[in-house]
């Protein structure tokens, strides 16, 4: 990941948007290439915390629930997050929901409605995959709690800030991240 961020930097890309919920490579990018660096983990959380006062995510595994509830740690949230829940599925099986969406709707409905009884006022579907099946399924809303749309949060923040740079008002460097000029 880290080789193909490089690549589209000296490509002259003007921006880098990761379309994984596990955010790879993306503190080591924003070390070593001049332009902005995405998340899709770290853009949607954040953007999670405007939504509402706290929010959660559905992750397709436990391991990756809780990768995810570390990384909301890391990226200072612990006092807005909720622990992530899990459709016990693997990825063959995402994949697959692709076809037949049915049992996991089903699983991401049931997680997302334990999440928001424990107080969970928005819902991430933690894996551009499952978000885009979500999504597909018109999923926007469970007992209350905003479902994200998090692919297109992470698309339109990475376009919304090329257009910021682009207006000289944002200047990206490598070592401090984006920071504002006179």
Do not use: W
Not at 29 to 44: H, K, S
Not at 100 to 123: H, T, W, Y
Not at 143 to 149: E, K, Q, S
């Amino acid at each position: 990941v880290l080789n193909k961020i490089i690549q589209a930097a000296d490509q002259g890309y003007d921006a880098v948007a990761i379309g994984c919920f596990l955010d790879p490579a993306m503190q080591e990018a924003r070390e070593v290439v001049p332009i902005p660096v995405f998340g899709l983990g770290e853009t949607c959380m954040l953007m999670a915390c405007m939504y509402g006062h706290k929010f959660s995510g559905v992750a397709f595994h436990s391991k990756q629930a809780q990768y995810y509830d570390r990384k909301a740690f890391e990226y200072g949230l612990a006092s807005r997050h909720i622990p992530f829940g899990e459709l016990g599925i693997d990825f063959n099986e995402v994949q697959k929901a692709f076809a037949s969406p049915g049992q996991m709707r089903e699983n991401f409905i049931k997680e997302a409605r334990r999440l928001a009884a424990q107080g969970a006022e928005v819902i991430l579907a933690a894996c551009a995959t499952v978000n885009a099946i979500i999504r597909r399924e018109k999923i926007h809303e469970v007992d209350g709690a905003l479902i994200l749309d998090c692919n297109a949060v992470l698309l339109k923040t990475a376009e919304g800030m090329v257009t910021r740079m682009s207006n000289e008002a944002l200047q990206a460097t490598a070592k401090s991240g984006p920071r504002l000029s006179a």
